[in-house]
Each structure stands twice: as structure tokens, then as C-alpha cells.
């Protein structure tokens, strides 16, 4: 089965600043990358995604950038904002499976203002 | 428009009760999944349905746990003599098809005592 890493596993910016996650795979046929992101007390929610054919996908303040060689995937978060504070996830996923996810343990983003 | 909802948001029980889990999903949604989430980790993939079907169950830890969707909507997720180890908040989500977003409800927090 998958193998999925997030780095880091808490990471604490000042407000404006920018924030980067990582994630790391291990299937080589996972050809979808989103990222979602949990607030307390809810459901994870997908907040931008990328797919195997795409290196770079960005909206607004939010980018997602794919490495499918070196099976990685990273969360770009600009200008953060106090409300961008959450756990996020990622979740490579190969689409034939189902759509079942496989999510990483997950990385808590605290933005101080 | 209404979201996946889930009841109860809370369950507390003692071990070895049986517990059924109700998870609404937003209407028109043929694929329907559940997750458990244990504390500090990511959800973790337990049962997929299309339509009133099982398509993949394979993320069932054994045979305690059982889940059904009898008319194509609502799902139940029942789970037989209740273990400590089975205290989790338990997620479901839906999307329109397989393949596309899938949406999380607030989910339910099982406590086995």
C-alpha cells in the first residue's frame, strides 16, 4: 500500500509570512494530489489538488507543486493569515482505486498574528 | 445547500455494547465513504459505497465492523461488541461519483469506556 510522510509535523509562522508542506509517496501509480485541510471540531476539506500531468497549480494564496520523480508533493501557502491556522493533509491517490484516499498523519499550521 | 451530516456528533459507550453511526449525504451523491480518524493521525479509509453496494471494504479492521446504505443514501456503520481501541471520530464523506470531491461531514466521536 501506500506509504505517505508529511513534513513538518507542526510549523508555526508569523502572519504574512509564507508556510510549506511537504508530503512524500511511495506508489508510483498515484496520479492524484490533493491537500485538505481540517479545522477543529470538522471534516477535512479539500482545498486545492493537482494531477499527474500538471507540475504547478495555484489559487489566489494557495499553490500546490508535484515532483512525480521524486514522488513528492508540496503545499504553498502565501501572505498567511491567522485563519489559514489548521491540520493539513495530504492524500496521493491512485483514481482507479476507487477514490479510497490515503492520508498523511497530517501537519498542524499555526499563523501568529 | 445542506451538507454530509452526521449523527450522533458524540457516542459513549461501554465495552462490548453494539453502536450504529448515521451518516446523511448530500443529496444526489451516489459514492459514499467512511474513515476513522484516531487522535494526532489522518483519516484512515474504512468502507466505499456506489449506490446501495460495498465496492470496497477492504479498510474494515474485522468482522465487528459492518456497514450498509440499503436505498442509496443514508449510510449506517455498526460496530459489534465495542473495544477501547475502537474510540475514534468516525468520518463520512460523499461525491457526486467516484472520482470526484468528496466532501466530509463534522463526523461522530465514539468514546468506548
Known amino acids: 500500500g501506500e506509504n505517505v510522510e508529511q513534513h513538518p509535523s507542526t510549523l508555526s509562522v508569523q502572519e504574512g509570512d509564507s508556510a510549506v508542506i511537504k508530503c512524500t509517496y511511495s506508489?508510483?501509480?498515484?496520479?492524484?494530489f490533493p491537500w485538505y485541510k481540517q479545522e477543529l471540531g470538522k471534516g477535512p476539506q479539500l482545498i486545492i489538488d493537482?494531477?499527474?500531468?500538471?507540475g504547478e497549480k495555484k489559487d489566489q494564496r494557495i499553490a500546490v507543486t508535484l515532483n512525480k520523480t521524486a514522488k513528492h508533493f508540496s503545499l504553498h501557502i502565501t501572505e498567511t493569515q491567522p485563519e489559514d491556522s489548521a491540520v493539513y493533509f495530504c492524500?496521493?491517490?491512485?483514481?482507479?482505486?476507487?477514490?479510497?484516499?490515503?492520508f498523511g498523519e497530517g501537519t498542524q499550521l499555526t499563523v501568529n498574528p | 445547500g445542506a451538507g454530509v451530516s452526521q449523527t450522533p456528533s458524540n457516542k459513549v459507550t461501554e465495552k462490548g455494547k453494539y453502536v450504529e453511526l448515521r451518516c446523511d449525504p448530500i443529496s444526489g451523491h451516489t459514492a459514499l465513504y467512511w474513515y476513522r480518524q484516531s487522535l494526532g493521525q489522518g483519516p484512515e479509509f474504512l468502507i466505499y459505497f456506489q449506490g446501495t453496494g460495498a465496492a470496497d471494504d477492504s479498510g474494515l479492521p474485522n468482522d465487528r465492523f459492518f456497514a450498509v446504505r440499503p436505498e442509496g443514501s443514508v449510510s449506517t456503520l455498526k460496530i459489534q461488541r465495542t473495544e477501547r481501541g475502537d474510540s475514534a471520530v468516525y468520518l463520512c464523506?460523499?461525491?457526486?461519483?467516484?472520482?470526484?470531491?468528496?466532501?466530509f461531514g463534522p463526523g461522530t466521536r465514539l468514546t468506548v469506556t
Open positions: 506508489d508510483s501509480a498515484s496520479n492524484y
Open positions: 464523506a460523499s461525491s457526486r461519483n467516484r472520482g470526484d470531491e468528496q466532501y
Open positions: 492524500a496521493p491517490t491512485q483514481e482507479t482505486s476507487g477514490s479510497r484516499l490515503t
Open positions: 493537482i494531477r499527474s500531468n500538471v
